[in-house]
């Protein structure tokens, strides 16, 4: 029903900055039915919730270790989610995830209750 195809990784200095894209393709419902976030995983460790945006983009949620410094956003008239990274650190280094699930799905961010994910897009930081 949702397909998700990220964009927007590289490689960057500490203290530098980069934007994600999430280009979502929707079979069922419009995307506004939809969360959108990203998670991400580094090497040798789990995969890690990161930011989620409600259908309508009003509500936002991060992990406390991004908060400050990252920003998730979308475009439901271009069914795009992005996710604005400013003052990365190597520790930021991981593979990022777009996810989606239907709206009213769960009230936790678990990657498992994520039903669509991309392929992921590698980010790494270099000191």
């Known amino acids: 029903q949702v397909q998700l195809v990220e964009s927007g990784g590289g490689l960057v200095q500490a203290g530098g900055s980069l934007e994600l894209a999430c280009a979502a393709s929707?079979?069922?419902?419009?995307?506004?039915?939809?969360?959108g976030a990203w998670f991400r995983q580094a090497p040798g460790k789990e995969l890690e919730f990161v930011a989620a945006?409600?259908?309508?983009?009003?509500?936002?949620s991060y992990v406390d270790s991004v908060k400050g410094r990252f920003t998730i956003s979308r475009d439901n008239a271009e069914n795009m989610v992005y996710l604005r990274m400013n003052s990365l650190q190597p520790e930021d280094t991981a593979v990022y995830y777009c996810?989606?699930?239907?709206?009213?799905?769960?009230?936790?961010?678990?990657?498992?209750?994520?039903?669509?994910w991309g392929r992921g897009t590698q980010v790494t930081v270099s000191s």
């Open positions: 996810a989606a699930r239907h709206i009213g799905t769960s009230n936790n961010w678990l990657a498992r209750s994520f039903n669509y």
């Open positions: 929707v079979s069922v419902h419009t995307f506004t039915w939809y969360v």
């Open positions: 945006v409600s259908g309508s983009g009003v509500d936002t």
